[in-house]
């Protein structure tokens, strides 16, 4: 369970932590939350959904898996094994927590204390980071990130107007996973939703209109036409499988080949 808690200069001004190093942490996720401005390079790698959000409504989510906990992207190495992570990932232990105090809204930049990875002592020598320098101010690493979180977050307010939108033309549909179930003892993952194709072609002008000033075609349109990714995905899940039953050495060597070379880039780079 994460425990986020705010980042303090008098509390914290000589601890720091140390670089997540691979996605084990994200190894139970089946889908991500995905933002508009991934959409360009993200449609190339994932099959896109919508997904509930916590609050009503519904989000843009990349699908890491076909069934409820499980990410198949994360390698046995701890690797991601697709060449772009969701930029949702790419700021843990990190995030952006919404408080109100004194009648206004402000933005702190939490840590999650059970990643592991809180150092109260960082050995930077070791390539460990301290939060805060000897003045109290955040040092040039927490900027770049508290930077890359609020655009994240921007985005992603902008990313959920838009699925609104879509939502509220009658263009969200059930959608039960069109691929052959590679695990029949668990069911595929169930209660997103898809773009209904009869009704997007339906649409007149007006409301053609406000999806477009919305931003909201884009989505609608790669959302369909990132479905056969989902072909990908069971391809995963077969090589998962294989790994998990300790099958023949070739087998083996053909995990190495296909997991040893996801992206392992962990810097904080929102046009990664």
């Not at 360009?40 to 919508?50: C, E, I, S």
């Not at 879509?166 to 691929?179: I, N, R």
């Not at 997103?192 to 884009?218: N, W």
């Not at 039953?245 to 962990?266: H, I, K, M, P, V």
Request: some cysteine; hydrophobic content about 40%.
């Amino acid at each position: 369970m994460s425990q986020f808690e705010p980042l303090d200069p008098e509390r914290h001004l000589t601890h720091g932590w140390k670089r997540q190093d691979d996605y084990r942490f994200a190894a139970e996720d089946a889908w991500a939350p995905l933002l508009l401005a991934e959409l360009p390079t993200a449609l190339a790698v994932y099959p896109l959904a919508f997904a509930p959000r916590l609050r009503g409504g519904h989000r843009l989510v990349a699908l890491q898996g076909l069934h409820q906990d499980k990410n198949l992207l994360v390698a046995p190495s701890g690797r991601w094994a697709l060449g772009y992570v969701p930029s949702y990932y790419r700021g843990y232990p990190f995030s952006l927590n919404r408080v109100i105090a004194g009648g206004q809204e402000r933005q702190l930049l939490c840590f999650d204390h059970a990643s592991g990875l809180y150092r109260e002592r960082p050995q930077t020598d070791q390539g460990e980071q301290r939060f805060f320098d000897d003045q109290g101010q955040p040092t040039p690493l927490v900027v770049k990130l508290f930077g890359f979180l609020k655009q994240c977050a921007s985005n992603q307010a902008l990313t959920d107007r838009a699925v609104d939108a879509l939502e509220k033309a009658g263009l969200l549909t059930g959608w039960t996973l069109d691929v052959e179930n590679p695990d029949p003892a668990r069911p595929l993952l169930m209660g997103l939703k898809r773009i209904d194709d009869q009704a997007l072609a339906a649409l007149d002008g007006p409301t053609l209109a406000e999806l477009r000033d919305a931003q909201a075609l884009p989505i609608a349109y790669g959302q369909r036409f990132s479905t056969s990714r989902l072909g990908v995905l069971h391809k995963f899940a077969q090589l998962h499988a294989a790994h998990a039953a300790r099958q023949t050495q070739a087998t083996s060597t053909n995990l190495d080949g296909l997991f040893g070379e996801g992206d392992d880039d962990l810097e904080f780079d929102f046009d990664q």
